[in-house]
């Protein structure tokens, strides 16, 4: 029997539409928006002015402390201006803003597509590579990926997972990664593994991937301590927490991380930007994304600059179709939607998603009839129709003592209840309030 978490999941229609489209690249725009947060925790801080000249890899904007990340210009050319730009949530944010000229890449970059896989970094080596690329979690999280590496004193990692699951229906890069680059996500699994100082390395795939599982299983045999876990398909596989739970039985107690049990996790995409980071001084200022849609002509897979503006990816899709009523940035499960075209791709852009409007449209929210469903699908063993009700009464003491900040949004409380209510929407609001609270005591 297959692996899968323990508690709770849902299944949607996956529409893997893209996942046999190899990925492309995207052609380089002439003008990129490269925000200063791409990231979980403090903005970078911009080190360039109007004018400067940039090369391609070139740092310009510095972490601002442990838990932020560097940014670098994924393009040559001239800084046009550092201004205040609207981001795909509709708020302003300080971003950088580059005309191209020419593509010249910083001489360190490696551009030769020749593998290397004898590891000479140190440890310590490996973290500051990582940490001076750039490098976040490329799941969709955005968290820097040293932080991770950085192991506390007193805690020790046991096992590095590659969380290759990619549940969230529609996207396909991930996918597509593990096809075409499997030796340099092994490699780079393994320079994860040397600065954890682990043994053993799990990479995660769901079954609805057997090309994957097939190719990554073989490819893993050239590798000492990797290996490669089918995994059920269930929704959200992905979540930490639940990867945890399908691969080693542990379970990571409320408000804790992974390293609490001895678990480390990176995604797939993270650990072939590590490889290129370690072994080729390359920093993070490209990606792999998937288009998608329905209605898309061409659901493809394009690996793009950062800054980029989504226009161009439904351009290089097909164009946007004329139902579409929504442009979501991630997948449907746990993306938002985008408030323009003319925002730009950054580093956490797993996906684009363009949806009809039949699609989009929400139904009328009833009265609760107490079913359970919502309780029964929770992957955190919450009890969202409660939660629901706190948030709205503004109750946060007792969102907080229910443990609301345990909730990863995944959506199958809303995805499931035949009420149609917004649950989701809800704890989201609650959460974030008391978050804020949380935060204030410190």
Same mark, same amino acid.
């Given at each position: 029997?297959?692996?899968?978490?323990?508690?709770?999941?849902?299944?949607?229609?996956?529409?893997?539409?893209?996942?046999?489209?190899?990925?492309?690249?995207?052609?380089?725009?002439?003008?990129?928006?490269?925000?200063?947060?791409?990231?979980?925790?403090?903005?970078?801080?911009?080190?360039?002015? %109007?004018? =400067? #000249? $940039?090369? @391609? *890899?070139?740092? &310009?904007?510095?972490?601002?402390?442990? /838990?932020?990340?560097? +940014?670098?210009?994924?393009?040559?050319?001239?800084?046009?201006?550092?201004?205040?730009?609207?981001?795909?949530?509709?708020?302003?944010?300080?971003?950088?803003?580059?005309?191209?000229?020419?593509?010249?890449?910083?001489?360190?970059?490696?551009?030769?597509?020749?593998?290397?896989?004898?590891?000479?970094?140190?440890?310590?080596?490996?973290?500051?590579?990582?940490?001076?690329?750039?490098?976040?979690?490329?799941?969709?999280?955005?968290?820097?990926?040293?932080?991770?590496?950085?192991?506390?004193?007193?805690?020790?990692?046991?096992?590095?997972?590659?969380?290759?699951?990619?549940?969230?229906?529609?996207?396909?890069?991930?996918?597509?990664?593990?096809?075409? %680059?499997? =030796? #340099? $996500?092994? @490699? *780079?699994?393994? &320079?994860?593994?040397?600065?954890?100082? /682990?043994?053993?390395? +799990?990479?995660?795939?769901?079954?609805?991937?057997?090309?994957?599982?097939?190719?990554?299983?073989?490819?893993?045999?050239?590798?000492?301590?990797?290996?490669?876990?089918?995994?059920?398909?269930?929704?959200?596989?992905?979540?930490?927490?639940?990867?945890?739970?399908?691969?080693?039985?542990?379970?990571?107690?409320?408000?804790?991380?992974?390293?609490?049990?001895?678990?480390?996790?990176?995604?797939?995409?993270?650990?072939?930007?590590?490889?290129?980071?370690?072994?080729?001084?390359?920093?993070?200022?490209?990606?792999?994304?998937?288009?998608?849609?329905?209605?898309?002509?061409?659901?493809?897979?394009?690996?793009?600059?950062?800054?980029?503006?989504?226009?161009?990816?439904? #351009?290089?899709?097909? *164009?946007?179709?004329?139902?579409?009523?929504?442009?979501?940035?991630?997948?449907?499960?746990?993306?938002?939607?985008?408030?323009?075209?003319?925002?730009?791709?950054?580093?956490?852009?797993?996906?684009?998603?363009?949806?009809?409007?039949?699609?989009?449209?929400?139904?009328?929210?009833?009265?609760?009839?107490?079913?359970?469903?919502?309780?029964?699908?929770?992957?955190?063993?919450?009890?969202?129709?409660?939660?629901?009700?706190?948030?709205?009464?503004?109750?946060?003491?007792?969102?907080?003592?229910?443990?609301?900040?345990?909730?990863?949004?995944?959506?199958?409380?809303?995805?499931?209840?035949?009420?149609?209510?917004?649950?989701?929407?809800?704890?989201?609001?609650?959460?974030?309030?008391?978050?804020?609270?949380?935060?204030?005591?410190?």
């Amino acid at each position: 029997m297959l692996k899968t978490f323990s508690i709770g999941g849902i299944h949607p229609e996956e529409n893997k539409l893209s996942a046999n489209s190899a990925i492309q690249v995207l052609p380089i725009p002439q003008t990129v928006t490269i925000p200063i947060a791409q990231h979980i925790g403090a903005p970078a801080k911009p080190i360039v002015k %109007k004018g =400067d #000249e $940039v090369k @391609v *890899g070139q740092v &310009i904007a510095q972490s601002s402390g442990f /838990v932020s990340a560097n +940014i670098h210009s994924s393009v040559s050319g001239t800084v046009f201006k550092v201004d205040d730009v609207m981001d795909g949530t509709g708020f302003r944010r300080t971003s950088i803003i580059i005309k191209v000229d020419g593509d010249e890449w910083m001489e360190s970059i490696d551009r030769s597509e020749a593998l290397v896989t004898e590891i000479s970094a140190s440890k310590e080596e490996i973290i500051k590579r990582v940490a001076d690329s750039g490098i976040v979690g490329l799941g969709g999280a955005t968290f820097p990926a040293h932080v991770k590496l950085s192991v506390p004193p007193g805690k020790t990692a046991e096992v590095l997972i590659i969380n290759a699951v990619e549940c969230e229906p529609y996207l396909t890069s991930d996918h597509r990664v593990m096809l075409e %680059k499997a =030796d #340099e $996500v092994m @490699v *780079g699994t393994e &320079i994860l593994m040397k600065a954890l100082e /682990v043994k053993r390395a +799990i990479i995660g795939i769901e079954n609805n991937k057997p090309d994957a599982i097939a190719h990554m299983t073989q490819i893993a045999t050239k590798y000492a301590g990797i290996e490669v876990c089918p995994l059920k398909t269930q929704y959200p596989q992905g979540g930490e927490k639940q990867l945890i739970s399908a691969t080693l039985k542990r379970e990571v107690p409320s408000g804790a991380l992974p390293i609490e049990v001895g678990a480390v996790v990176q995604n797939v995409g993270t650990a072939l930007a590590v490889y290129e980071a370690v072994q080729k001084n390359k920093p993070l200022f490209e990606r792999v994304a998937t288009i998608t849609g329905k209605s898309l002509k061409n659901p493809s897979n394009w690996k793009f600059r950062v800054g980029t503006p989504v226009s161009d990816i439904i #351009e290089a899709a097909g *164009g946007m179709p004329e139902d579409t009523a929504k442009i979501v940035g991630g997948g449907p499960m746990m993306g938002k939607a985008l408030v323009s075209v003319d925002v730009p791709l950054t580093k956490g852009s797993s996906g684009l998603l363009l949806l009809a409007k039949e699609e989009t449209a929400r139904k009328a929210t009833k009265a609760c009839i107490r079913c359970g469903k919502c309780v029964s699908v929770c992957p955190m063993g919450l009890e969202p129709y409660l939660l629901m009700v706190l948030a709205d009464k503004k109750d946060y003491e007792r969102l907080e003592n229910d443990a609301v900040m345990d909730c990863m949004e995944c959506g199958s409380c809303s995805f499931t209840c035949p009420a149609t209510r917004p649950l989701l929407d809800y704890i989201r609001l609650g959460k974030g309030k008391v978050g804020q609270i949380m935060r204030s005591r410190k």
